[in-house]
């Protein structure tokens, strides 16, 4: 390996040659698909050992406490009676919880659904209104045409035609 001496003095063709001579058939293209499929397999496992991570400290919450010693015990197929009691009053608080929720959200649906039907029917009233006085405007243009050409029939009719005076001559 001593003719491949690569120092500061060699030309970069040559650099670029050994290279080539080591990896000829990697392209750019598989280079960056292989970095993607590395980091992509490294953040599942990056999420993977998180997720198994415990929450440590000197003041745990005691329902999350609860939650996870429920879990535990689940898996190994062993509960005792009063940790069902326990779950069966909890669920039956979340129960009560959920549906004390959807009947105000239902009461709330049904005042809007009553406001909605207000409006709908203001605005009929509104364009009932709408047609009412765009007739009563037509009505007091054609009069006010009338009264235009009334004017001026009475105008004509009270001016007298004065005819230039003929000379007797």
Known sequence: MAGFDLGDSAPVSVRNTLFFRCFPVIRLSRIIALLLIVFVFGVFVTHHYLSKVTVVGNNPDARQDRF????VV???GLLKASDLRLRIEELMRI????????RDLEKERQRYISEIGNYNQKVEELKVDVVKYQQELERFKLSVEQAKYTQKEALKMSTPELQDRKSVV
């Open 68 to 71: 996870l010693k429920l879990e």
């Open 74 to 76: 689940e898996e190994s």
């Open 95 to 102: 129960k009560v919880s959920v549906g004390t929720e959807l």
